[in-house]
């Protein structure tokens, strides 16, 4: 089963809104991380956020953590049309160091 | 450009064919991965290959055949698959699974059509 789980499944803006996206997870993580993919193409990482980081930033992107209640959240602020994309979670299983996607959070930025 | 390679970026084929996915990563990585995209299902963890070698099947039918002959070239072989296997194939390296810094580094995939 998989280990992350993103919210909401799709989310729909205007551009210059922030979005906001939602992971949740169920096992202890080591990391976690957001990917971006473009639609029919590869998945690009966005940022990695460590289980003792609380928030982190990358340009346009924050990123939570809260292992208490085993979730994170990615903030896009000032979103643009080129945003638009899936968005993922994932984390890796401790056991293996394997990496496991959530199922995406599909953004719609509308210009 | 993430410096991971597929080929070919499409691929049709009927349920007797037997072709095979190229991948190939110019990152100096340790580690590559076969992930499996479906329609509304998340990414399925297929194979791992770790210095050459394979640490992981998950459960994966034997119609796909992973061959790594170096760090670099990540090949899947495909033969008589089904209509559902079709799906986006991609490929992924690390600098090392064991190092769990986690950034994995993906190709553009391959968009199988099994006819």
């Known amino acids: 089963s998989q280990q992350g789980e993103e919210d909401p499944q799709a989310l729909s803006i205007q551009e210059g809104e922030n979005a906001t996206m939602n992971c949740s997870y169920k096992?202890?993580?080591?990391?976690l991380q957001w990917y971006r993919q473009n639609s029919g193409r590869g998945l690009v990482h966005l940022i990695l956020?460590?289980?003792?980081?609380r928030e982190k930033h990358s340009g346009r992107l924050r990123v939570t953590l809260d292992t208490s209640k085993k979730s994170s959240s990615l903030l896009i602020t000032a979103s643009r049309a080129a945003d638009t994309a899936s968005y993922f979670c994932?984390?890796?299983?401790?056991?293996?160091?394997?990496?496991?996607f959530g199922p995406g959070t599909s953004l719609s930025v509308i210009p | 450009e993430t410096g991971v390679t597929q080929t070919p970026r499409h691929l049709v084929m009927g349920m007797t064919n037997k072709k095979s996915l190229k991948c190939e990563q110019h990152?100096?990585?340790?580690?590559m991965y076969w992930y499996k995209q479906s329609a509304k299902k998340p990414l399925e963890l297929m194979f791992v290959?770790?210095?050459?070698?394979?640490?992981e099947n998950n459960s994966v039918p034997s119609r796909f055949s992973p061959e790594c002959p170096n760090s670099s070239h990540l090949f899947l072989h495909l033969h008589t698959l089904q209509p559902e296997d079709s799906a986006l194939y991609l490929c992924?390296?690390?600098?090392?699974?064991?190092?769990?810094?986690?950034?994995?580094?993906f190709g553009e995939g391959s968009r199988l059509t099994v006819l």
């Open positions: 992924a390296s690390s600098q090392d699974w064991l190092a769990n810094t986690g950034e994995l580094f």
């Open positions: 096992t202890s993580i080591n990391n």
């Open positions: 956020i460590r289980s003792n980081e």
């Open positions: 994932a984390t890796p299983k401790t056991s293996y160091d394997k990496v496991i």
């Open positions: 990152l100096g990585h340790n580690a």
């Open positions: 290959y770790n210095f050459k070698e394979q640490t």
